[in-house]
């Protein structure tokens, strides 16, 4: 056997006993006549001793020419540690060395395999092999496998059954591009590789499974954010004969046990606010609320003086920064460089000082007397001490800049505690986006979600009224599940398609397969879909998908370590019968 205990596993009560360890090298210390080796596995650090008077010469030479992260097989006895290192569970001991076999050389590492590291981010990727042996990325993988396992365990104790379902499907029009696969049994046909098991869940309702579960691999071909993958996991999950609260009930419940048993953390219930409250109050439809800092629109006590800037706005409206009245003119003035950079985009801030005593002092006191910045304090809540900050402008523009601040200040004054933890359900939305662009409008969610009871007469006189009978779960500021409850009826989905701008050929060529599947029965049904590489995340209490990901792509979709996407060679082109015209 390689090894009988695990370089993580010995303590005081194993000294004397004969053992058999197996790892890599981390570090070794040659004081001339001894030669301490530490040897590193998935589960610890165990020191090994080689000393010149006990140790057979031949060993005790091969110590001295060990290097880093060489694989060692070692044999020995467990001894008491003379100087213990209180900072690792097996500190107490060392292994007196009586037979040692290199399983395996290394080359000298691109970088440092410690905690902390002197490999760039670039560099690591490229050798995430070497990554994966640092503590850091190694315990956020097994973390994210005891949150998975939490998850299946959960769900698999509420009734749920995990179904698998198909990687290649058929390309449909669900938001982003599809990655396609040429299929060479079929000429000149492609495959999609799924951006959701969407149509595929809803078919497993049809057939009467009606708790369904997968963990599963999406895939979108998008132009990258930061933080965001073209390969994603998702727990994706539908329920038959269920309403929205039915939904929400049960999917709280498993973030609520996640939260206990991953972070020891308990929750009450969840609060609930429509899609238009939290655009209202906080400016996005996925609000941090381990803070306060809500907006207060002040356009009745702003507008119809001589400040014409607020005249002319469609929306002002501002928060309140505890403690903020002590900036300086200079930190204040930082303020407003930052949020008219590009990439927030405002053109200018007013602000006003509430100062202890009660008085206040604005950037625009020769507009407005001291009783009407009092009806603004009150408005954004705003106390002695604290700084207002007003924005104004374009509605949708100017919420999205104020969130923007909002979450700057938190993150400044270390409002966003990642110990804490804030979810809440987010409800109503918009059933339809308007394209700008095109004057068309598109799903917000996608084709397939019901619009609320009631209101699928509005699609034919006012679209944008018409609510969504969709909900997403928000934690600390990040969305991590949305979902809906879905269109069963061939009537109705074959009316949404048509707002949607798809002719009835169109549709059933799309989507023939599930208009067909309605006419046998299908039941009310509905469900939701975890992120699971921002959940883990989050609870792990970092704000990086990609250190949770045991071999992440780049920002350009690249995975540098193996060099994908590459060229394939012209034998495989033919097979495909593809031909390249690349455009230089």
């Not at 290199?102 to 995430?128: A, C, H, Q």
């Not at 996991?233 to 929400?248: R, S």
Request: glycine fraction near 8%; hydrophobic fraction near 35%; charge should be negative.
């Amino acid at each position: 056997m390689y090894r009988s205990h695990t370089c993580g596993e010995l303590r005081s009560s194993h000294i004397n006993k004969e053992v058999t360890l197996s790892g890599w090298v981390q570090k070794t210390r040659d004081k001339g006549f001894v030669v301490w080796v530490d040897l590193r596995d998935r589960y610890g650090i165990t020191q090994l001793v080689f000393d010149e008077e006990r140790s057979d010469p031949e060993i005790f030479e091969k110590a001295r020419n060990l290097g880093r992260e060489f694989v060692l097989q070692v044999e020995g006895t467990v001894i008491e540690r003379s100087s213990k290192n209180p900072n690792i569970p097996t500190g107490d001991i060392e292994i007196l060395v009586s037979k040692i076999h290199v399983l395996n050389e290394s080359l000298v590492p691109p970088f440092t395999i410690e905690d902390k590291t002197d490999g760039g981010e670039d560099l690591r990727m490229k050798y995430r092999y070497l990554d994966i042996r640092r503590n850091p990325v190694k315990e956020n993988l097994i973390f994210r496998s005891k949150v998975t396992l939490e998850v299946r365990n959960y769900l698999t104790q509420q009734g749920f059954i995990e179904v698998e379902t198909p990687y290649l499907i058929k390309s449909t029009p669900e938001g982003a591009r599809d990655f396609v696969v040429p299929s060479r049994m079929n000429e000149g046909q492609f495959y999609a590789l799924p951006q959701s098991p969407q149509t595929f869940k809803q078919l497993l309702m049809v057939g009467g499974l009606d708790k369904y579960f997968q963990i599963v691999k999406c895939f979108r071909d998008e132009d990258l954010r930061a933080d965001r993958q073209p390969e994603f996991t998702q727990i994706d999950c539908e329920m038959a004969f269920v309403e929205q609260d039915d939904i929400l009930n049960a999917f709280e419940g498993l973030t609520r046990h996640l939260l206990l048993e991953i972070n020891g953390v308990e929750t009450g219930e969840f609060p609930r606010l429509t899609y238009d409250e939290a655009m209202r109050k906080y400016g996005n439809d996925k609000p941090d609320i381990r803070f306060g800092m809500e907006f207060g629109e002040l356009n009745d006590i702003a507008q119809n003086r001589d400040f014409n800037v607020f005249n002319s706005a469609e929306l002002v409206v501002g928060l309140a920064v505890p403690g903020g009245a002590s900036y300086t003119r200079k930190e204040i003035d930082k303020l407003i460089e930052w949020i008219r950079r590009p990439q927030i985009g405002a053109k200018g801030m007013v602000y006003v000082k509430c100062n202890e005593d009660g008085s206040y002092k604005s950037s625009v006191d020769k507009f407005y007397e001291q009783e009407d910045l009092s009806k603004w304090a009150q408005r954004t809540g705003a106390k002695p001490g604290d700084l207002i900050c007003i924005l104004s402008g374009n509605a949708d523009e100017t919420r999205t800049q104020l969130s923007a601040l909002r979450m700057e200040l938190a993150e400044r004054l270390g409002l966003r505690n990642p110990k804490e933890f804030a979810p809440l359900w987010v409800v109503d939305f918009p059933l339809l986006e308007l394209d700008e662009e095109t004057g068309n409008y598109h799903a917000m969610h996608h084709p397939f979600t019901s619009p609320k009871p009631g209101q699928l007469e509005l699609l034919e006189t006012d679209p944008a009224a018409v609510r969504a009978n969709a909900y997403d779960l928000v934690l600390n500021g990040n969305e991590i599940g949305g979902g809906s409850i879905r269109i069963h009826d061939k009537e109705m989905q074959a009316t949404m398609f048509k707002h949607l701008g798809f002719s009835p050929e169109e549709a059933k060529e799309q989507f023939g397969f599930l208009m067909d599947a309605f006419q046998y029965g299908a039941p009310p049904h509905g469900g939701i879909a975890f992120g699971l590489d921002r959940l883990v995340a989050i609870l792990g209490g970092q704000e990086t998908i990609r250190d949770f990901i045991a071999f992440p792509k780049n920002n350009s979709g690249r995975d540098v370590m193996i060099d994908a996407p590459a060229s394939i060679d012209e034998k495989q082109l033919k097979e495909l019968s593809l031909k390249l015209d690349i455009q230089s």
